[in-house]
Protein backbone atom coordinates (compact mmCIF):
# COMPACT_ATOMS: atom_id res chain seq x y z
CA UNK A 1 0.00 0.00 0.00
CA UNK A 2 1.65 3.08 -0.79
CA UNK A 3 1.79 5.93 1.55
CA UNK A 4 4.24 8.28 3.21
CA UNK A 5 7.79 7.77 3.04
CA UNK A 6 9.71 8.19 5.79
CA UNK A 7 13.84 7.09 6.10
CA UNK A 8 15.97 5.26 8.31
CA UNK A 9 19.45 7.22 9.12
CA UNK A 10 21.41 5.87 5.96
CA UNK A 11 18.62 7.58 3.98
CA UNK A 12 17.03 4.21 2.87
CA UNK A 13 13.14 3.95 2.82
CA UNK A 14 11.27 2.53 5.84
CA UNK A 15 10.09 -0.83 4.92
CA UNK A 16 6.89 -2.47 6.69
CA UNK A 17 5.36 -5.73 6.37
CA UNK A 18 1.83 -5.95 7.52
CA UNK A 19 2.00 -10.43 8.16
CA UNK A 20 -1.67 -11.19 7.70
CA UNK A 21 -2.97 -14.64 9.08
CA UNK A 22 -6.72 -16.53 8.27
CA UNK A 23 -8.92 -14.50 10.78
CA UNK A 24 -10.14 -11.00 10.04
CA UNK A 25 -10.79 -9.72 13.08
CA UNK A 26 -6.87 -10.13 13.46
CA UNK A 27 -5.82 -8.56 9.68
CA UNK A 28 -8.12 -5.78 10.43
CA UNK A 29 -6.21 -4.64 13.82
CA UNK A 30 -2.97 -5.49 11.71
CA UNK A 31 -3.89 -2.84 8.64
CA UNK A 32 -5.22 -0.31 11.37
CA UNK A 33 -1.55 0.13 12.69
CA UNK A 34 0.16 -0.31 9.26
CA UNK A 35 -1.99 2.77 7.89
CA UNK A 36 -2.12 4.77 10.93
CA UNK A 37 1.98 4.81 10.88
CA UNK A 38 1.46 6.85 7.41
CA UNK A 39 4.52 4.92 6.01
CA UNK A 40 3.80 2.24 3.53
CA UNK A 41 3.52 -0.91 3.53
CA UNK A 42 3.48 -4.45 2.20
CA UNK A 43 0.71 -7.04 2.91
CA UNK A 44 2.39 -10.19 3.50
CA UNK A 45 -0.39 -12.89 3.31
CA UNK A 46 0.50 -16.13 5.25
CA UNK A 47 -0.70 -19.56 5.39
CA UNK A 48 0.18 -22.24 7.86
CA UNK A 49 0.41 -25.64 8.04
CA UNK A 50 0.04 -28.47 10.93
CA UNK A 51 3.31 -27.20 13.18
CA UNK A 52 0.75 -23.96 13.41
CA UNK A 53 -0.48 -26.17 16.76
CA UNK A 54 2.80 -25.98 18.73
CA UNK A 55 3.72 -23.36 21.19
CA UNK A 56 6.17 -20.83 19.72
CA UNK A 57 8.19 -21.76 22.56
CA UNK A 58 8.60 -24.88 20.42
CA UNK A 59 9.25 -23.95 17.20
CA UNK A 60 11.60 -21.16 18.00
CA UNK A 61 12.75 -18.37 15.28
CA UNK A 62 11.85 -20.46 11.97
CA UNK A 63 9.72 -20.44 9.11
CA UNK A 64 8.59 -24.44 9.71
CA UNK A 65 5.00 -24.00 10.56
CA UNK A 66 4.88 -22.17 7.15
CA UNK A 67 3.43 -23.60 3.56
CA UNK A 68 5.93 -23.49 0.44
CA UNK A 69 4.54 -20.42 -0.92
CA UNK A 70 4.30 -18.33 2.27
CA UNK A 71 8.01 -18.78 2.76
CA UNK A 72 8.62 -17.90 -0.75
CA UNK A 73 7.10 -13.93 0.38
CA UNK A 74 9.09 -13.64 3.35
CA UNK A 75 12.76 -14.46 1.48
CA UNK A 76 15.09 -12.27 0.95
CA UNK A 77 16.20 -9.05 2.86
CA UNK A 78 13.89 -8.53 5.84
CA UNK A 79 12.58 -5.62 6.59
CA UNK A 80 12.66 -2.51 9.02
CA UNK A 81 9.41 -3.68 10.40
CA UNK A 82 7.24 -6.91 10.81
CA UNK A 83 3.47 -6.32 12.50
CA UNK A 84 2.00 -9.38 13.51
CA UNK A 85 -0.81 -10.60 15.25
CA UNK A 86 -1.94 -14.22 16.60
CA UNK A 87 0.79 -16.40 18.09
CA UNK A 88 1.12 -18.68 14.97
CA UNK A 89 2.90 -15.77 13.33
CA UNK A 90 5.61 -15.53 16.39
CA UNK A 91 8.16 -17.84 14.55
CA UNK A 92 8.12 -16.39 11.72
CA UNK A 93 8.46 -13.11 12.78
CA UNK A 94 11.75 -14.50 15.09
CA UNK A 95 13.33 -16.02 12.26
CA UNK A 96 12.98 -12.66 10.03
CA UNK A 97 14.35 -11.22 13.35
CA UNK A 98 17.44 -13.69 12.88
CA UNK A 99 17.94 -12.90 9.90
CA UNK A 100 18.17 -9.46 10.04
CA UNK A 101 21.18 -9.59 12.40
CA UNK A 102 19.13 -8.23 15.47
CA UNK A 103 18.26 -4.81 12.53
CA UNK A 104 14.63 -5.49 12.46
CA UNK A 105 11.71 -4.12 14.51
CA UNK A 106 9.01 -6.28 15.52
CA UNK A 107 5.76 -4.80 16.90
CA UNK A 108 3.07 -7.74 17.94
CA UNK A 109 -0.33 -6.96 18.63
CA UNK A 110 -2.23 -9.18 20.83
CA UNK A 111 -0.60 -12.22 22.90
CA UNK A 112 2.33 -14.35 21.27
CA UNK A 113 2.29 -16.60 23.93
CA UNK A 114 6.02 -16.04 24.31
CA UNK A 115 7.59 -13.92 26.45
CA UNK A 116 7.64 -10.34 25.14
CA UNK A 117 11.21 -9.56 25.37
CA UNK A 118 11.40 -10.97 22.11
CA UNK A 119 9.28 -8.11 20.60
CA UNK A 120 10.01 -4.05 20.44
CA UNK A 121 6.56 -3.70 21.20
CA UNK A 122 3.84 -5.84 22.11
CA UNK A 123 0.03 -4.40 22.34
CA UNK A 124 -2.54 -6.67 24.33
CA UNK A 125 -6.07 -5.79 25.01
CA UNK A 126 -7.04 -6.63 28.41
CA UNK A 127 -8.43 -10.44 28.20
CA UNK A 128 -4.65 -11.54 27.56
CA UNK A 129 -2.53 -12.66 30.96
CA UNK A 130 0.97 -10.71 30.03
CA UNK A 131 2.96 -9.13 32.72
CA UNK A 132 3.25 -5.84 32.48
CA UNK A 133 6.94 -4.41 30.89
CA UNK A 134 8.43 -1.52 29.49
CA UNK A 135 7.50 -2.44 25.86
CA UNK A 136 4.04 -3.73 27.05
CA UNK A 137 1.66 -1.10 25.99
CA UNK A 138 -1.73 -2.10 26.94
CA UNK A 139 -4.95 -0.83 25.43
CA UNK A 140 -8.62 -0.99 26.47
CA UNK A 141 -10.09 -3.06 22.63
CA UNK A 142 -8.43 -4.16 19.71
CA UNK A 143 -7.80 -1.41 17.21
CA UNK A 144 -9.82 -0.68 14.02
CA UNK A 145 -9.18 0.35 10.65
CA UNK A 146 -9.73 4.22 9.70
CA UNK A 147 -11.24 2.60 6.62
CA UNK A 148 -12.76 5.12 3.44
CA UNK A 149 -16.72 4.34 3.01
CA UNK A 150 -17.38 1.22 1.54
CA UNK A 151 -18.41 0.87 -1.96
CA UNK A 152 -21.80 0.46 -2.10
CA UNK A 153 -23.38 -1.17 -5.13
CA UNK A 154 -26.66 0.52 -6.20
CA UNK A 155 -28.57 -2.94 -5.95
CA UNK A 156 -26.57 -2.97 -2.55
CA UNK A 157 -27.90 0.79 -1.31
CA UNK A 158 -31.07 -0.36 -2.28
CA UNK A 159 -31.48 -2.33 0.07
CA UNK A 160 -30.76 -0.06 2.79
CA UNK A 161 -32.86 2.94 1.74
CA UNK A 162 -35.60 0.48 1.88
CA UNK A 163 -34.85 0.04 5.59
CA UNK A 164 -35.95 2.56 7.51
CA UNK A 165 -34.42 4.25 10.25
CA UNK A 166 -33.66 4.11 13.04
CA UNK A 167 -31.42 0.96 11.74
CA UNK A 168 -30.36 -1.56 14.80
CA UNK A 169 -27.59 -3.81 13.58
CA UNK A 170 -27.08 -7.26 15.52
CA UNK A 171 -23.79 -8.70 15.03
CA UNK A 172 -23.85 -11.76 16.34
CA UNK A 173 -19.99 -13.59 16.78
CA UNK A 174 -19.09 -17.41 18.22
CA UNK A 175 -18.12 -19.27 20.75
CA UNK A 176 -14.78 -19.24 22.59
CA UNK A 177 -12.82 -21.78 24.62
CA UNK A 178 -14.68 -20.65 27.49
CA UNK A 179 -17.78 -18.96 26.25
CA UNK A 180 -20.94 -19.60 24.60
CA UNK A 181 -23.72 -18.58 23.07
CA UNK A 182 -26.96 -20.14 24.11
CA UNK A 183 -29.58 -19.83 21.30
CA UNK A 184 -32.49 -19.02 23.42
CA UNK A 185 -30.44 -16.13 24.74
CA UNK A 186 -29.76 -14.89 21.16
CA UNK A 187 -33.65 -15.68 20.54
CA UNK A 188 -34.27 -13.10 23.21
CA UNK A 189 -31.80 -10.61 21.98
CA UNK A 190 -33.51 -10.66 18.24
CA UNK A 191 -36.93 -10.64 20.19
CA UNK A 192 -36.34 -7.56 22.25
CA UNK A 193 -34.59 -5.49 19.27
CA UNK A 194 -37.69 -6.79 16.91
CA UNK A 195 -39.82 -5.62 19.69
CA UNK A 196 -38.36 -1.76 20.13
CA UNK A 197 -38.27 -1.73 16.00
CA UNK A 198 -42.16 -2.23 16.43
CA UNK A 199 -42.57 0.11 19.43
CA UNK A 200 -40.17 2.91 18.25
CA UNK A 201 -40.05 2.11 14.04
CA UNK A 202 -37.42 1.22 12.26
CA UNK A 203 -35.81 -1.64 10.84
CA UNK A 204 -33.74 -4.66 12.16
CA UNK A 205 -30.58 -6.16 10.10
CA UNK A 206 -28.92 -9.29 11.04
CA UNK A 207 -24.83 -10.28 10.22
CA UNK A 208 -23.16 -12.87 11.47
CA UNK A 209 -19.60 -14.23 11.93
CA UNK A 210 -17.43 -16.75 10.16
CA UNK A 211 -17.26 -18.17 13.51
CA UNK A 212 -21.22 -18.57 14.40
CA UNK A 213 -22.39 -21.79 14.53
CA UNK A 214 -25.12 -23.03 11.42
CA UNK A 215 -27.57 -23.96 13.94
CA UNK A 216 -27.54 -20.60 15.63
CA UNK A 217 -27.97 -19.04 12.36
CA UNK A 218 -30.43 -20.12 11.77
CA UNK A 219 -32.33 -20.53 14.59
CA UNK A 220 -32.51 -16.45 14.45
CA UNK A 221 -33.35 -16.84 10.94
CA UNK A 222 -36.88 -18.38 11.93
CA UNK A 223 -37.31 -16.00 14.72
CA UNK A 224 -37.39 -13.35 12.33
CA UNK A 225 -39.22 -14.81 9.46
CA UNK A 226 -42.51 -14.67 10.98
CA UNK A 227 -42.07 -10.99 11.38
CA UNK A 228 -43.53 -7.75 9.24
CA UNK A 229 -41.14 -5.55 10.33
CA UNK A 230 -38.27 -4.77 7.55
CA UNK A 231 -35.79 -6.47 8.15
CA UNK A 232 -32.17 -7.69 6.37
CA UNK A 233 -30.80 -10.67 7.03
CA UNK A 234 -26.95 -10.78 5.77
CA UNK A 235 -24.40 -13.89 5.64
CA UNK A 236 -20.96 -13.50 6.99
CA UNK A 237 -19.55 -13.09 3.37
CA UNK A 238 -21.77 -10.31 2.38
CA UNK A 239 -23.00 -8.61 0.48
CA UNK A 240 -23.95 -5.96 1.24
CA UNK A 241 -20.55 -6.11 3.77
CA UNK A 242 -20.08 -5.86 7.15
CA UNK A 243 -18.62 -2.83 6.86
CA UNK A 244 -21.08 -1.17 4.55
CA UNK A 245 -23.31 -2.38 7.51
CA UNK A 246 -21.78 -0.88 9.74
CA UNK A 247 -22.10 2.53 8.15
CA UNK A 248 -25.68 2.06 7.47
CA UNK A 249 -26.56 1.54 10.90
CA UNK A 250 -27.96 3.80 13.29
CA UNK A 251 -27.24 1.83 16.45
CA UNK A 252 -25.39 -1.39 16.30
CA UNK A 253 -26.01 -4.65 19.09
CA UNK A 254 -22.73 -6.95 19.30
CA UNK A 255 -22.61 -10.21 20.97
CA UNK A 256 -19.45 -9.90 23.77
CA UNK A 257 -17.37 -12.65 22.56
CA UNK A 258 -15.57 -10.74 19.68
CA UNK A 259 -12.80 -8.14 21.05
CA UNK A 260 -12.59 -6.82 17.54
CA UNK A 261 -16.22 -6.95 16.64
CA UNK A 262 -16.68 -4.79 19.73
CA UNK A 263 -13.99 -2.31 18.98
CA UNK A 264 -15.40 -1.66 15.35
CA UNK A 265 -18.96 -1.13 17.26
CA UNK A 266 -17.38 1.47 19.42
CA UNK A 267 -15.07 3.16 17.00
CA UNK A 268 -18.30 3.78 14.92
CA UNK A 269 -19.32 6.53 18.03
CA UNK A 270 -22.85 5.58 17.47
CA UNK A 271 -25.11 4.13 19.90
CA UNK A 272 -23.75 0.51 21.25
CA UNK A 273 -25.34 -2.80 22.96
CA UNK A 274 -23.47 -5.58 23.93
CA UNK A 275 -25.04 -8.15 24.48
CA UNK A 276 -23.82 -10.67 27.05
CA UNK A 277 -22.96 -14.67 26.75
CA UNK A 278 -22.25 -16.85 29.08
CA UNK A 279 -19.50 -19.47 30.63
CA UNK A 280 -18.97 -23.16 28.49
CA UNK A 281 -18.71 -26.39 30.63
CA UNK A 282 -15.28 -25.77 30.93
CA UNK A 283 -15.63 -22.02 31.12
CA UNK A 284 -17.58 -22.77 34.67
CA UNK A 285 -15.04 -25.19 35.66
CA UNK A 286 -11.61 -22.94 34.35
CA UNK A 287 -12.63 -20.21 36.36
CA UNK A 288 -13.79 -21.42 39.00
CA UNK A 289 -10.39 -23.32 39.55
CA UNK A 290 -8.66 -20.34 38.40
CA UNK A 291 -10.61 -17.98 40.84
CA UNK A 292 -9.80 -20.56 43.34
CA UNK A 293 -5.93 -20.99 42.81
CA UNK A 294 -5.22 -17.88 41.04
CA UNK A 295 -7.66 -15.78 42.48
CA UNK A 296 -7.33 -12.07 40.35
CA UNK A 297 -5.03 -13.62 37.75
CA UNK A 298 -5.98 -14.20 34.15
CA UNK A 299 -7.31 -17.46 32.69
CA UNK A 300 -4.63 -18.83 29.85
CA UNK A 301 -4.84 -18.18 27.08
CA UNK A 302 -7.38 -15.01 27.33
CA UNK A 303 -9.82 -14.02 29.99
CA UNK A 304 -12.95 -12.06 28.59
CA UNK A 305 -13.98 -10.66 32.21
CA UNK A 306 -11.13 -8.65 31.93
CA UNK A 307 -11.84 -6.85 28.49
CA UNK A 308 -15.42 -6.49 29.10
CA UNK A 309 -14.42 -4.93 32.87
CA UNK A 310 -12.03 -2.17 30.88
CA UNK A 311 -15.06 -1.32 28.53
CA UNK A 312 -17.35 -1.04 31.99
CA UNK A 313 -13.94 1.42 33.35
CA UNK A 314 -13.98 3.39 29.80
CA UNK A 315 -17.72 3.83 29.45
CA UNK A 316 -17.55 2.04 26.14
CA UNK A 317 -21.00 0.39 25.34
CA UNK A 318 -23.87 -0.01 26.48
CA UNK A 319 -27.01 -2.71 27.07
CA UNK A 320 -29.23 -3.98 24.18
CA UNK A 321 -32.11 -2.02 26.89
CA UNK A 322 -30.09 1.07 26.48
CA UNK A 323 -27.44 1.05 23.88
CA UNK A 324 -24.32 3.64 24.49
CA UNK A 325 -22.33 6.27 22.25
CA UNK A 326 -19.01 7.00 23.53
CA UNK A 327 -16.19 8.97 21.95
CA UNK A 328 -12.92 6.83 22.62
CA UNK A 329 -9.40 8.41 21.17
CA UNK A 330 -7.48 6.94 18.59
CA UNK A 331 -5.88 3.98 19.50
CA UNK A 332 -4.46 2.95 16.19
CA UNK A 333 -2.79 6.86 16.46
CA UNK A 334 -1.38 6.35 19.85
CA UNK A 335 0.34 3.24 19.29
CA UNK A 336 1.13 4.31 15.76
CA UNK A 337 3.18 7.06 17.91
CA UNK A 338 4.92 4.49 19.94
CA UNK A 339 5.88 3.03 17.21
CA UNK A 340 7.60 5.93 15.25
CA UNK A 341 9.66 6.36 18.57
CA UNK A 342 10.99 2.62 18.41
CA UNK A 343 12.00 2.87 14.56
CA UNK A 344 14.19 6.07 15.31
CA UNK A 345 15.77 3.61 18.08
CA UNK A 346 17.84 0.23 17.78
CA UNK A 347 15.71 -2.86 17.65
CA UNK A 348 15.48 -5.06 20.57
CA UNK A 349 18.43 -7.79 19.80
CA UNK A 350 17.12 -11.16 18.92
CA UNK A 351 16.78 -13.78 22.06
CA UNK A 352 18.34 -17.02 21.47
CA UNK A 353 16.10 -18.89 24.38
CA UNK A 354 12.63 -20.48 23.91
CA UNK A 355 10.27 -20.00 26.32
CA UNK A 356 6.56 -19.31 26.99
CA UNK A 357 6.51 -16.59 29.59
CA UNK A 358 4.55 -13.89 30.43
Known amino acids: MAGARMNDKTGRPIRVWALLGPHRGDNNQILALAEALELGFEEKPLNFNQLRRLQPALLGASFASLDSASRRLLEGEPPDLTISTGHRSVPAVLELKRRSGGRMHAVHLGYPRIAPRHFDLVVPTPEYPITDAPNVLRIPFALSP ?158 LRFFWEALKEQGFGGTIAAPRASNPPDYSAMVAERVRQLLAQPAQPATGDRDNGQ
Not at 174 to 198: E, I
Not at 207 to 225: D, G, K, Y
Not at 255 to 268: H, I
Open 146 to 303: HSPPAVVSPAEQSKFDALPQPRRLFVVGGPTLYWQLPTDTMRAAVSRLLADSRNDGGSLLLVSSPRTPAPLIEALESELRPSTLPILIVPASGPPSYRSMLEAADMIFVTADSVAMVADSVMTRKPVGIVPIEKSALGRVATALNDTVRRGKRLFPRD
